[in-house]
C-alpha cells in the first residue's frame, strides 16, 4: 500500500488580475521561511498561467481549472491540454461542478477532458460530487461512484490521475460534511480506485473540496483517505491559503 503525499491546491476560478501575482511571492516566501509538508498547486485562471509560471516561484507550481477535449481545432475561445501543458502546467482540473452545472458537462465530456489532460502528460484533477438534492435522497455513494466511473478515462494510469471529492453544497458556502461523511465517501472512492488500479490505486491521491479554510483543515485533512484539498476561496490569499497548508504540520 502506498500512501501519496498530500497535495494542497488551490482553484483561483475567475479571479485574479495582474495585482494577484504578489500573493504567489508572498505564498513562495512563506514556505521558503516556514516550510510545506505538503505539496501545494495553484490553478489562476488561463490568462495568469503564463505569467505565474515565468515568475519561477519554485515552491509553488501552477495548474489549470479545465481544458478542451480536443488537441487543436476550431473551438473559439476553448484551450487545448497541450497549451497549458507547453506553459508549464503539471496539473489540470477537469469536470468541477460549477463546469457541470454552468456548461453542462456530462461524465463523458469530463472522460474526454481527462484523458486530453493525460495525453498531454499531465495529471487530471477529476472532481465529484453530489449536490444537495442527491444528499438528502441518501443517493451520495451512488452519484460519486456513477461519476468516479464514468469519469476517469480508459487508459488512465494511477500516477496521472487524481479525484477531488467535492460535494457540491459544500463549494463556496461555509457548509462542511462530517468527517464521518466524508470517510465515508473517501474509502468508496479507495476502493474504485483499487478496482481500477489494482494495488497502484492505493497511490492515487483523493483530494477533499468544499468550504476548506485554515480553521477546519486539521480535521478534514486527518480523514483517512483524505490526501489533500482543492481550496477556493481560502486559496486566494496566499496567508490563508499557508494557513491550510500548515495543517499538515500538526498532521505529519
Ligand atoms: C472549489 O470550488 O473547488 C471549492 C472547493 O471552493 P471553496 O473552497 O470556496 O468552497
Known amino acids: 500500500m502506498t500512501t501519496p503525499k498530500a497535495l494542497v491546491a488551490g482553484n483561483w476560478k475567475m479571479n485574479g488580475l495582474k495585482a494577484a501575482i504578489g500573493e504567489i511571492t508572498r505564498l513562495n516566501d512563506l514556505i521558503s521561511t516556514s516550510g510545506a509538508n505538503c505539496d501545494v498547486l495553484i490553478c489562476p485562471p488561463f490568462t495568469l498561467i503564463s505569467t505565474l509560471v515565468g515568475m519561477g516561484a519554485k515552491n509553488v507550481p501552477i495548474g489549470a481549472q479545465d481544458c478542451h477535449m480536443n488537441v487543436s481545432g476550431a473551438h473559439t475561445g476553448d484551450i487545448s491540454a497541450q497549451m497549458v501543458a507547453e506553459l508549464g502546467c503539471g496539473h489540470i482540473i477537469v469536470g468541477h461542478s460549477e463546469r457541470r452545472a454552468d456548461h453542462g458537462e456530462s461524465n463523458d465530456t469530463v472522460k474526454a477532458k481527462a484523458a486530453a489532460a493525460q495525453?498531454?502528460?499531465?495529471?487530471?484533477?477529476?472532481?465529484?460530487?453530489?449536490?444537495?438534492?442527491?444528499?438528502?435522497?441518501?443517493?451520495?455513494?451512488?452519484?460519486?461512484?456513477?461519476?468516479?466511473?464514468?469519469?476517469?478515462?480508459?487508459?488512465?494510469?494511477?500516477?496521472?490521475?487524481?479525484?477531488?471529492?467535492?460535494?457540491?453544497?459544500?463549494?463556496?458556502?461555509?457548509?462542511?460534511?462530517?468527517?464521518?461523511?466524508?470517510?465515508?465517501?473517501?474509502?468508496?472512492?479507495?476502493?474504485?480506485?483499487?478496482?481500477?488500479?489494482?494495488?497502484?490505486?492505493?497511490?492515487?491521491?483523493?483530494?477533499?473540496?468544499?468550504?476548506?479554510?485554515?480553521s477546519n483543515a486539521e480535521e478534514l485533512m486527518s480523514v483517512p483517505n483524505v490526501n489533500g484539498a482543492l481550496v477556493g476561496g481560502a486559496s486566494l490569499k496566499a496567508d490563508d491559503f499557508y494557513g491550510i497548508i500548515s495543517a499538515y504540520d500538526k498532521i505529519g
Open 119 to 214: 495525453a498531454a502528460g499531465t495529471n487530471a484533477i477529476i472532481c465529484v460530487g453530489e449536490t444537495i438534492d442527491e444528499r438528502e435522497a441518501g443517493s451520495t455513494i451512488d452519484v460519486v461512484r456513477a461519476q468516479v466511473k464514468g469519469s476517469i478515462p480508459d487508459d488512465a494510469r494511477a500516477d496521472n490521475t487524481t479525484i477531488a471529492y467535492e460535494p457540491v453544497w459544500a463549494i463556496g458556502t461555509g457548509k462542511v460534511p462530517t468527517a464521518a461523511d466524508v470517510e465515508e465517501v473517501h474509502r468508496e472512492v479507495r476502493a474504485l480506485l483499487m478496482d481500477r488500479f489494482g494495488e497502484a490505486g492505493s497511490g492515487v491521491r483523493i483530494l477533499y473540496g468544499g468550504s476548506v479554510k485554515a
